[in-house]
């Protein structure tokens, strides 16, 4: 049910932002970036709440979650029970009802940055259904999935130093191709440009180098999820990509949405991963559901024209959870640390209209998506606006993102 707030724009159905959710981010209007949580149409400032005393001090101030993220889950619930006391429709002392209002911006007039300082990113490809879709583009149907494929989240190491809030525009990128009849590669931009629609977990808690952590550990170290779009140059990747993976292909731009969502917010909407089709080992088997059920789509608004939705999903479709990957990842003894990112992968269902990329919606180019306004694209044209958008549904009210949303500039011009 809708937890009704005094901010009245909270309490419309509609809102990505009830007091059911207060997500966590980074915001300034002119002034130093500090941390905020969004409620309805307004952004609080959570260091103005902090140096009244109304919050724990968590380093609200700092211009990144970091410091509030690595103390732990404790101090997020108390924090969370704090805002929700103030916030909540029948909160009575005026005295704390004045500094909150203080402490409000309109949405609208904020800038909005990059939530906290990506300590290192690690992209997976842990949803079954792209990766069956894209193995049987290359590979046919009866090689569609790595012989690995059941039994571990597959996933790399990605760069943090380009990841990016919405709304930052992304440079075409340039790399090395090769066409099929061509004897040599050449150098140039990118043209087959993608997206993949997924969700960001966040680590919260760091894990020690040499300690392996359990899935219910790894649940425990998340402290809250983004919108995430991994995009890709599918030429440069083709290339690059045997035999070690992904490279320049991917390492150019990750783009998430602004807000942090937490678990507690996300509590009501979990659900189990799918029945396995083979017995997972004993360290990365389901305890309890692990997923979410969350309604996840992609809008496309070519060069002048309008927008159109060319994607609608949901989160529920992946294979594994975001603890089962975290899991894996420290399996070996690998250390995580507060601000990593992990990126679930693809997020694709069965039907066409589910895929969550355009490799997949026009099946590697040769089925040409029209969009809404009469345009066709195989794959991303320069000044094209892709935007990832996601909420999870309750009773009344909704748990929203905000956007994630980039645009395409023209590559830089390569010298001769």
Same mark, same amino acid.
């Given at each position: 049910m809708l937890k009704p707030s005094w901010i009245a724009s909270a309490n419309d159905p509609q809102c990505p932002f009830p007091l059911n959710n207060l997500p966590f981010g980074v915001f300034s209007n002119g002034g130093a970036p500090r941390c905020a949580t969004a409620i309805g149409d307004k952004v609080l400032d959570l260091a103005a709440l902090e140096a009244a005393n109304l919050l724990p001090a968590c380093g609200f101030d700092e211009?990144?979650?970091?410091?509030?993220?690595?103390?732990?889950?404790?101090?997020?619930?108390?924090?969370?029970?704090?805002? +929700?006391?103030?916030?909540?429709?029948?909160?009575?002392?005026?005295?704390?009802?004045?500094?909150v209002t203080a402490a409000l911006h309109d949405a609208a007039e904020v800038q909005l940055h990059l939530p906290f300082q990506v300590s290192e990113y690690t992209d997976f490809y842990a949803g079954k259904q792209h990766a069956t879709n894209v193995g049987t583009m290359f590979r046919g149907p009866e090689n569609a999935l790595p012989p690995n494929w059941l039994h571990i989240p597959i996933g790399y190491n990605g760069r943090a130093?380009?990841?990016?809030?919405?709304?930052?525009?992304?440079?075409?990128p340039l790399g090395q191709t090769k066409a099929p009849d061509a004897a040599l590669p050449s150098f140039g931009p990118c043209q087959r440009l993608d997206i993949e629609?997924?969700?960001?977990?966040?680590?919260?808690?760091?894990?020690?180098?040499?300690?392996?952590?359990?899935?219910?550990?790894?649940?425990?170290?998340?402290?809250? #999820?983004?919108?995430?779009?991994?995009?890709?140059?599918?030429d440069i990747q083709a290339w690059e990509y045997q035999p070690l993976g992904p490279f320049q292909a991917k390492a150019f731009a990750t783009t998430i949405s602004p807000w942090v969502v937490t678990k507690a917010a996300l509590e009501p909407f979990r659900c189990a991963t799918p029945e396995r089709e083979k017995p997972l080992l004993p360290h990365l088997q389901d305890t309890s559901p692990m997923? #979410?059920?969350?309604?996840?789509?992609?809008?496309? +608004?070519?060069?002048?024209?309008?927008?159109?939705?060319?994607?609608?999903?949901? #989160?529920?479709?992946? #294979?594994?959870?975001?603890?089962?990957?975290l899991a894996h990842h420290s399996s070996s003894g690998c250390a995580m640390r507060t601000g990593d990112l992990l990126g679930s992968g693809t997020i694709s269902g069965p039907e066409k209209h589910q895929f969550g990329s355009l490799l997949e919606l026009t099946w590697?180019?040769?089925?040409?998506?029209?969009?809404?306004?009469?345009? +066709?694209?195989?794959?991303?044209?320069?000044?094209? +606006?892709?935007?990832?958008?996601?909420?999870?549904?309750?009773?009344?009210?909704?748990v929203g993102f905000g956007s994630c949303k980039g645009s395409i500039l023209p590559a830089l011009e390569v010298e001769a």
């Open positions: 211009p990144a979650l970091n410091g509030f993220m690595a103390k732990g889950p404790e101090a997020w619930q108390a924090v969370r029970d704090g805002l +929700t006391r103030l916030l909540a429709d029948d909160a009575a002392n005026q005295d704390s009802r004045a500094m130093s380009t990841v990016v809030v919405s709304g930052t525009d992304i440079r075409r629609l997924e969700m960001g977990a966040v680590v919260g808690l760091p894990s020690p180098m040499g300690q392996p952590v359990s899935v219910d550990e790894a649940d425990a170290m998340i402290f809250g #999820y983004v919108l995430l779009n991994d995009w890709s140059a599918r997923l #979410y059920d969350i309604e996840l789509g992609v809008s496309m +608004t070519a060069k002048g024209g309008a927008p159109s939705v060319i994607c609608q999903t949901n #989160y529920r479709h992946m #294979y594994y959870s975001a603890a089962q990957q590697g180019g040769k089925e040409p998506l029209t969009l809404d306004d009469g345009q +066709t694209r195989r794959f991303i044209e320069d000044g094209d +606006t892709l935007a990832l958008h996601g909420h999870a549904q309750g009773e009344g009210y909704r």
